[in-house]
């Protein structure tokens, strides 16, 4: 069984360096075909992905937000770390993990942590 | 980017009623492995995204087979047969081809 969870802070201020924990159990990122993304929702908006990570350790970045982002990723931990740095209040939204079986299902994220809601105020 | 466009962006149905989503995007979605990688997710009120449907048509685990996709290139329909009250929520389609892009959602609501 797949699971992840999200951990981090749930206010942080304008300019700071957000950093957020995806934990998960049920899969090991050293399998061939196997990713972590990071995916992002303002309230009342649509979806939006930030950054992928694979087993090969390959990464993707959102075009537009690339300069903020870095992912990570701590195989004997299970856990996948992103980054954004210089945080605006137009960054407040919940932020979720995904799993991704790429040779399964294709470039999708078929399961999907329960989000973590981040604030950027002062 | 690929830009996703989805329509309608709200919808109302009578439980029981079909109901029918259309997702086009900016540019084909067929990989040259001969795959076409559209997806559609549904987002239940207060939930996690759920997948649905991956590459354009195949359920994912568990869903309902009153949920089916079609189409191809860079037009793709999701249907419901017979909506029920369970699935209301937010429907989103995201491409797979390049850097994941979603379409703006389509709300689906029960009269």
């Known amino acids: 069984q797949i699971t992840l969870k999200e951990s981090g802070p749930t206010l942080v201020k304008p300019t700071q360096t957000l950093t957020l924990t995806c934990s998960f159990s049920g899969f090991s990122l050293s399998t061939t075909g196997m990713g972590v993304g990071w995916i992002r929702q303002p309230p009342g908006k649509a979806l939006e992905c930030l950054a992928l990570i694979y087993w090969n350790d390959d990464k993707e970045y959102s075009p537009s937000l690339k300069s903020r982002l870095t992912i990570t990723k701590d195989t004997s931990k299970n856990q996948v770390v992103l980054t954004m740095t210089n945080m605006d209040p137009v960054d407040t939204a919940s932020y979720y993990c995904a799993h991704e079986s790429r040779y399964i299902y294709g470039p999708v994220f078929d399961y999907w942590g329960q989000g973590t809601l981040v604030t950027v105020s002062s | ?111």
């Open chain 2, 1 to 111: 980017d690929i830009v996703m466009t989805q329509t309608p962006l709200s919808l109302s149905v009578t439980p029981g009623q079909p109901a029918s989503i259309s997702c086009k995007s900016s540019q084909s979605l067929l990989f040259g492995d001969g795959k076409t990688y559209l997806f559609w997710y549904l987002q239940k009120p207060g939930q996690s995204p759920q997948l649905l449907i991956y590459e354009v048509s195949r359920r994912f685990s568990g869903v309902p087979d009153r949920f089916s996709g079609s189409g191809s290139g860079t037009d793709f329909t999701l249907q419901i047969s017979r909506v029920e009250a369970e699935d209301v929520g937010v429907y989103y389609c995201m491409q797979g081809i390049h850097f994941r892009t979603f379409g703006q959602g389509t709300k689906v609501e029960i009269k």
